[in-house]
């Protein structure tokens, strides 16, 4: 499974951001899948998971303020943020097929920058 990642940019605290992820190869819609983020200085956190069937989970620290969905038919998975924090700023990945803590697969990433 290959994963590309976009939507990452410059936006004001208060502001949204939508990122999306598109996947190639098979297997996409059987897995679980989910984005991460690293922050300057900061370890990886795990920021939303869905599962094949559209059950989501969110790091407590965005719930209520990012959505996370996916199109099964079309290999595609978002990650819409509302509410944007300076805190939320970092490289966005996306990810595929969790293997107990980790992720097998990883796409590239993508910058957001919140300001205050």
């Known amino acids: 499974v290959q994963l590309q990642a976009s939507g990452g940019g410059l936006v004001q605290a208060g502001g949204s951001l939508r990122l999306s992820c598109a996947a190639s190869?098979?297997?996409?819609?059987?897995?679980?899948t989910g984005w991460s983020r690293q922050a300057p200085g900061k370890q990886r956190e795990l920021v939303a998971t869905?599962?094949?069937?559209?059950?989501?989970n969110y790091a407590d620290s965005v719930k209520g303020r990012f959505t996370v969905s996916r199109d099964n038919a079309k290999n595609t998975m978002l990650l819409q943020m509302n509410s944007l924090k300076p805190e939320d700023t970092g490289v966005y990945y996306c990810?595929?097929?969790?293997?107990?803590?980790?992720?097998?697969?990883w796409g590239q990433g993508t910058l957001v920058t919140v300001s205050s």
């Open positions: 190869g098979s297997g996409f819609n059987r897995y679980t």
């Open positions: 869905i599962t094949s069937r559209g059950s989501t």
């Open positions: 990810n595929a097929q969790k293997l107990g803590p980790n992720w097998r697969y």
